[in-house]
Each structure stands twice: as C-alpha cells, then as structure tokens.
C-alpha cells in the first residue's frame, strides 16, 4: 500500500466519489483554476470539467444556499471554506435551513461543509478556529473530525453518501505532516463511532483531532513514569459515541478531556457533563478539561503556543489525577 498524507486521502476521497457518482459535485472559491486554498481539488477541473467544479464569487451564504438546493434537486455537493473561520458567513443557511429540512418535510440534504481548521500555523484570529462548538448544539447536522490518514478518507467518504448536512472539519495543521499507508479498495469509517487510540489502564484522555497526537505524545511521558493512558479518538462529535466514552470511563475512573477550541461551552463541557450524569459512580477523581483559554487564536507564534494545549499541560493533568 502506498503510504499518502492527510491531505492526499481528502483528495481521494473526493476524487472516487466524483468518480463513483455522478451527482457528486464540488463548490467553493478558488477550487476550480486554483485547485483549492490548500490544493485539495487540484487538477480536478481538468478531470470532470466546470460542471462539477465550480468556482464561486466570495459569498459563503451564497454558495452554501446553492448547495442546499442542489442537494434538495437531488445532486450531493462538497462546499469548500477556503478557512473554517469564514462558515460563520453561511450559518444561518446550515443552521436555519439544512439542519432542519428532514424535520420540517422529510426531505433528504446531502450537503458535506469542507471546513479548515485548527491553528499552529501562525494564522491569527481570523484563519486558525476550530468551529466545531458553534454547530455542536444544532439538532440536524453531523460533526466529523478525523485525525489519521485512515480516518480522513474513511469518514469523508461515509460524509458525501449520508444523507444530512455534515460539517467535516480537518485540521490544518495535520494537511502534509502526517502520512500512513491505506487500503486501495474501497472503505468508509461509519459516522458515530469513536476509535481506542492507544489503549490503557489507568488514566483516559478523550480528545479528537490535532489533540490526538498531543495526548499520544503525552502518553509516552507518562508511561516512562509507570502510567498508563488510554486515549480515545471520538471522530464524530455529533453524534456522540455515548457507549465508547462511558466504557473507557469505567475501566480507568479517571478522565481528562482534551481539546484545541477555546474551553467555555466547547465539546468538553458536553462530554464532561455525560460522563458525570452516566458514570458518577466510576469516576475516583474530577473530570479536568484542557482546552484553549477564552481568547482569540493569537499571530504571534509564543502565544499561539501559549493558547494551544501543549504535551506538558497533558502530563500535569494526569498526574494530577493520579494522585487521588
């Protein structure tokens, strides 16, 4: 198998579903001549022509209402966000119009929002969000955050058959620094299904994402020390996998929940108050949340590192809890 980055499986996945059906079509700004902000659509212009990649004029309300349409009419369209920042422009047409369409009138909207995200690229306040907690309370919408080579072909391509909107966000920061060897032959990762990343027995850190390989990293620490952390890699963010969280919980009592958006009403509040209405009785210590503080994402690089959670912050909170 030929080993192939994050951002190359995106690609793929995009590629074979045109390929495989003919009612998938991308959109956004830049991703025809340009092949994308971040090249994801290169050389797709070429292959299947204007119809079915369309650049469009700088209207994310616009072209995501477009979206909304075709899918209605039937067709299974890809909008790319050049930045996930700027999703905030169509939120009204995913939040007010998509999320709710199988609930007003029963009607299928196959829409998959490509969305950027995730800093440590030195991009500032307006290029390097994680979204994920502005759409987190939105009845109607999937979330999907893959953070392997696998997982981003897999998910995106289980994202373009499903039949509601779904927000796959991909972080930036993993696009050409992480590669693996995938299977040539067809696959989906199912949506709603979290994965053990590294398996343990003492302390467990549920994260998603760029977090993934703080926590790993962090979890190497550790096991020099005699601990052993389980990491789980949620991937969907909605729905949850309730069963995932609540089995880890029982096996090691102790939880960190870990996440790049800022802290204050993010996923990890969510995730926090299940594990304390579900599994009370199991848990030998408080839930600690690390995420980044209520701020905007800084420019300058020292503090963008202040505001991103680093392996260190993951090791205190651990051996934290480990004292209880």
Same mark, same amino acid.
């Given at each position: 198998?030929?080993?192939?980055?994050?951002? $190359? !499986?995106?690609?793929?996945?995009?590629?074979? $579903?045109?390929?495989?059906?003919?009612?998938?079509?991308?959109?956004?700004?830049?991703? @025809?001549?340009?092949? @994308?902000?971040?090249?994801?659509?290169?050389?797709?212009?070429?292959?299947?022509?204007?119809?079915?990649?369309?650049?469009?004029? *700088?209207?994310?309300?616009?072209?995501?209402?477009?979206?909304? #349409?075709?899918?209605?009419?039937?067709?299974?369209?890809?909008?790319?966000?050049?930045?996930?920042?700027?999703?905030?422009?169509?939120?009204?047409?995913?939040?007010?119009?998509? !999320?709710?369409?199988?609930?007003?009138?029963?009607?299928?909207?196959?829409?998959?929002?490509?969305?950027?995200?995730? #800093?440590?690229?030195?991009?500032?306040?307006?290029?390097?969000?994680?979204? $994920? #907690?502005?759409?987190?309370?939105?009845?109607?919408?999937?979330?999907?955050?893959?953070?392997?080579?696998?997982?981003?072909?897999?998910? *995106?391509?289980?994202?373009?058959?499903?039949?509601?909107?779904?927000?796959?966000?991909?972080?930036?920061?993993?696009?050409?620094?992480?590669?693996?060897?995938?299977?040539?032959?067809?696959?989906?990762?199912?949506?709603?299904?979290?994965?053990?990343?590294?398996?343990?027995?003492?302390?467990?850190?549920?994260?998603?994402?760029?977090?993934?390989?703080?926590? *790993?990293? !962090? !979890?190497?620490?550790?096991?020099?020390? @005699?601990?052993?952390? $389980?990491?789980?890699?949620?991937?969907?963010?909605?729905?949850?996998?309730?069963?995932? *969280?609540?089995?880890?919980?029982?096996?090691?009592?102790?939880?960190?929940?870990?996440?790049?958006?800022?802290?204050?009403?993010?996923?990890?509040?969510?995730?926090?108050?299940?594990?304390?209405?579900?599994?009370?009785?199991?848990?030998?210590?408080?839930?600690?949340?690390?995420?980044?503080?209520?701020?905007?994402?800084?420019?300058?690089?020292?503090?963008?590192?202040?505001?991103?959670?680093?392996?260190?912050?993951?090791?205190?909170?651990?051996?934290?809890?480990?004292?209880?």
């Amino acid at each position: 198998m030929k080993e192939i980055t994050y951002l $190359e !499986a995106i690609k793929q996945a995009m590629d074979e $579903e045109m390929t495989r059906d003919p009612g998938v079509f991308i959109l956004g700004e830049d991703v @025809g001549i340009f092949g @994308g902000a971040f090249r994801a659509t290169e050389g797709f212009l070429e292959k299947y022509g204007t119809w079915r990649v369309i650049d469009t004029p *700088l209207s994310e309300s616009g072209f995501t209402g477009a979206a909304i #349409g075709a899918a209605l009419a039937g067709m299974r369209p890809i909008v790319e966000m050049q930045f996930a920042d700027f999703i905030t422009c169509s939120f009204d047409q995913l939040v007010t119009v998509a !999320a709710k369409n199988h609930y007003r009138w029963g009607a299928a909207t196959p829409i998959v929002v490509r969305a950027p995200c995730g #800093g440590n690229i030195h991009g500032g306040p307006f290029h390097s969000q994680c979204i $994920e #907690g502005y759409f987190f309370n939105v009845p109607g919408l999937k979330i999907v955050f893959p953070s392997t080579v696998y997982d981003a072909k897999g998910l *995106l391509k289980a994202a373009i058959r499903d039949n509601d909107p779904v927000i796959y966000c991909e972080h930036k920061y993993l696009y050409r620094r992480i590669k693996d060897s995938i299977p040539e032959e067809d696959y989906v990762v199912p949506i709603g299904r979290a994965r053990v990343a590294l398996e343990g027995n003492d302390v467990s850190v549920i994260t998603y994402g760029a977090m993934v390989y703080t926590a *790993l990293e !962090a !979890a190497q620490k550790l096991k020099e020390q @005699g601990c052993s952390v $389980e990491v789980i890699d949620l991937r969907t963010l909605l729905p949850l996998d309730n069963k995932s *969280l609540f089995d880890t919980v029982k096996k090691t009592n102790k939880v960190v929940v870990l996440h790049e958006q800022t802290k204050t009403g993010g996923v990890g509040a969510e995730v926090s108050a299940l594990i304390n209405e579900y599994c009370f009785d199991y848990l030998d210590g408080p839930i600690i949340r690390i995420a980044a503080p209520d701020t905007p994402v800084p420019y300058s690089p020292p503090l963008e590192e202040a505001f991103i959670p680093q392996v260190k912050d993951v090791v205190s909170a651990v051996e934290k809890l480990m004292r209880y």
